[in-house]
């Protein structure tokens, strides 16, 4: 008898009755919801070796005759030697934002450093800026990636200053590509393709 009265009571639910209900409909779209969430976390940190930013990036090129005066800036380089960005007027330059515990900038070096070697004798270069020490971290932490892996281009020692000035910068790599007026042409946030780079690099030079 039991059983045959749970079975009345499955068979007799209404399902567009049991969602005219406020009540229900609500635990039902908060249920819904909380899965969706719950999927849309997996797709985005499955993989983590990007570390942080957006892969592929948001890609932004201003319009000829528009571009944005690269904000000048003075900084300390490993060494302690001052090193501004106007010294690299009539060059194009690559200016990057990262720090040494970022997944992503690890990532990008190698790159770095080779489009550092295949371009240098074009009026390229690279100009970045740790910003460790701003986050709160060990500088001879830079100074000794930077023998580790290699680096062949100047490393300045990031401060709230110069965050500032380009735009508050949130995530790492930033990275800026600068023209050979001091404009920036285009404007990348976390981990770029390298062909992007070359690209954009190449219709400058």
């Not at 934002?97 to 489009?115: E, G, N, S, V």
């Not at 949130?170 to 393709?193: M, W």
């Amino acid at each position: 008898m039991a059983n045959e009265k749970s079975n009345k009571k499955t068979e007799s639910f209404d399902l567009k009755k049991f969602l005219s209900v406020q009540k229900n409909r609500s635990r039902v779209y908060t249920g819904l919801f909380i899965i969706l969430a719950i999927i849309f976390f997996i797709v985005n940190n499955v993989n983590d070796e990007n570390g942080e930013g957006p892969y592929p990036p948001d890609y932004k090129t201003p319009k000829p005759g528009n571009f944005k005066t690269a904000p000048a800036f003075t900084l300390n380089n490993i060494e302690g030697t001052e090193l501004s960005l106007e010294e690299y007027k009539g060059k194009v330059v690559l200016l990057e934002f990262w720090a040494t515990w970022c997944k992503a900038c690890q990532k990008l070096t190698p790159d770095l450093i080779q489009l550092k070697n295949d371009n240098a004798e074009l009026g390229f270069e690279i100009v970045s800026i740790s910003l460790d020490e701003y986050s709160g971290h060990d500088n001879g932490v830079v100074k000794e990636y930077i023998e580790k892996t290699g680096i062949n281009y100047p490393v300045l020692i990031g401060n709230e200053k110069v965050v500032k000035k380009y735009g508050n910068v949130e995530t790492t790599p930033a990275i800026f590509i600068i023209d050979k007026n001091s404009r920036i042409y285009s404007i990348y946030s976390g981990l770029v393709p390298t062909e992007v780079l070359i690209r954009d690099i190449n219709s400058l030079l």
